[in-house]
């Protein structure tokens, strides 16, 4: 089964085309207003109007009221919610919306733990741990923490790019890899050259 692309921090139209042209299967919305790739309503409609059909939108959220999360539902399409702080199983599943639940990794991390405590999760997506950030932090943590067999989907992140996409795919064997901070020109906006090149490392782990 080939592995499937997101790349998440999308901020522009045309970033959301070019991912698309190079043949991602989501993008990411962040709706986190410290993160220099936060985004607000407008723009948010703007991207989602503007992609074809069969593309998923995901949006990210970390610790948002629910107030936030269903205005931006009422105004955006998201196929997926994505959690990146620390909700809770019961605060994940109230939107009515498929989700995916961020894990930041560390040595002690006991992901099938996380699986369990989440089991309906459509995914868990795993990011490297920096104290005090939620995310986007560039970092790529010790891929053989992730047990080889895990009840739910993985989506692999942190610190991926054109350079280690395809050895993260061959040792990890994901179902998804998300990338953001790999494939810009500066912090929320993308480099299509990037994007391109990720692709192919991605396609090359097939070979």
Known sequence: MRTRVKI???????????????????????????????????????????????????????????????????????????????????????????????????????????ATQYHDAHALLLDAYLPGVAGGTGQVFDWSLVPRQMPVPIVLAGGLSPDNVTAAIRQVRPYAVDVSGGVEQTKGIKDAGKIAAFMQGVQNAAL
């Open 8 to 114: 998440c921090g999308i901020t522009r139209v045309e970033d959301a085309l070019a991912a698309v042209e190079h043949g991602c299967d989501a993008i990411g919305l962040v709706f986190y207003r410290p993160s220099p790739r936060s985004i607000d309503l407008q723009q948010a409609e703007e991207i989602a109007a503007a992609l074809p059909p069969f593309v998923s939108i995901v949006g990210l959220f970390v610790d948002a009221e629910p107030r936030e999360i269903e205005a931006v539902l009422a105004k955006v399409r998201l196929d997926l919610l994505q959690f990146h702080g620390d909700e809770t199983p019961d605060a994940c599943r109230v939107y009515s919306v498929p989700y995916m639940k961020a894990v930041r990794v560390r040595n002690d991390t006991n992901l099938l733990q996380y």
